[in-house]
């Protein structure tokens, strides 16, 4: 009869609100205990969750590393460049972009400045004398090296092509050569003198004892212009060139696209063979 006795007992209790009040207890303090587990570590390690990437891009590499610290991430640097005005250790490009959700500890590659100037030998740079100044301004520009119009000189081929090139004052492409050792600074900027088709001299043609129409030829070949044509004969007939100005000796030059003038009469002087 006890054992019927306890076994009653026990299945009585079983059935009491003190024991579900028990189960209950235990129920909510392990609840509460898995959810203070799981929030902890999403305090402390972000267990199971993706984070917002900083933005690094701008920032020294130094910055980066303690903000990427902080975050849980790693800062590889992948690849170094030279840009001009900019000093080195600066972060120019980040992979993962800025914003890109991702998980403690990831990698992120960054691209940063370089802190010493790259330089080139003038052999290693395209051909430039006689070339279009355009064209090599162009292909400079991918070596990181700038060019500008020093001046301009007269020269009877093509126009705005480059007849000299310097670097620091000093001539290192010209049409006796170039300088093949002469190292540049990417960053620098070279200096050409370019061609042009009008402003150069010329000497001064004789023109005494030529037609009106021999003297235009002469002119136009050597880039001058007629000017004031001064008549002191008969207009009718072959005008024959017995004076002009400026005077020719041989020597005398004078610039391209000036007017010489002339007198003319409707005679051939008696000392023009």
């Known amino acids: 009869m006890s054992g019927t006795n306890e076994s009653d007992s026990f299945w009585s209790y079983l059935k009491s609100k003190t024991f579900v009040r028990h189960i209950l207890l235990i129920l909510s303090v392990f609840v509460v205990l898995l959810l203070l587990i799981q929030w902890s570590l999403r305090i402390y390690t972000h267990h199971g969750q993706k984070l917002e990437l900083p933005d690094f891009i701008g920032k020294s590499l130094t910055d980066a590393e303690g903000l990427s610290e902080l975050h849980d991430f790693q800062i590889v640097v992948s690849d170094s460049i030279f840009i001009i005005g900019k000093k080195g250790g600066i972060v120019t490009d980040q992979n993962p972009k800025p914003g890109s959700m991702v998980k403690e500890n990831r990698k992120i590659y960054v691209t940063v400045t370089k802190f010493i100037k790259e330089t080139v030998r003038v052999a290693d740079l395209p051909t430039l004398y006689g070339n279009a100044f355009e064209q090599k301004k162009t292909e400079l520009k991918y070596r990181d090296i700038d060019c500008v119009v020093k001046s301009y000189a007269y020269d009877p081929g093509e126009p705005n092509h480059i007849l000299e090139v310097y670097y620091n004052g000093q001539l290192i492409v010209s049409k006796d ?17 370019v061609s042009r088709r009008d402003g150069g001299d010329v000497t001064i043609p004789n023109l005494r004892c030529k037609d ?18 001064v008549n002191k004969g008969d207009e009718s007939g072959v005008l024959y060139i017995i004076a002009q100005s400026p005077p020719y000796d041989g020597i005398s030059n004078i610039k391209m696209g000036d007017k010489v003038s002339v007198t003319v009469t409707g005679s051939k002087p008696v000392d023009c063979n």
């Open 177 to 193: 050569g170039r300088m093949d050792n002469v190292v540049i600074e990417k960053g620098s900027v070279l200096e050409c003198v």
């Open 212 to 229: 009106l129409d021999e003297a235009r030829f002469i002119l136009e070949s050597s880039k001058l212009q007629l000017g004031d044509i």
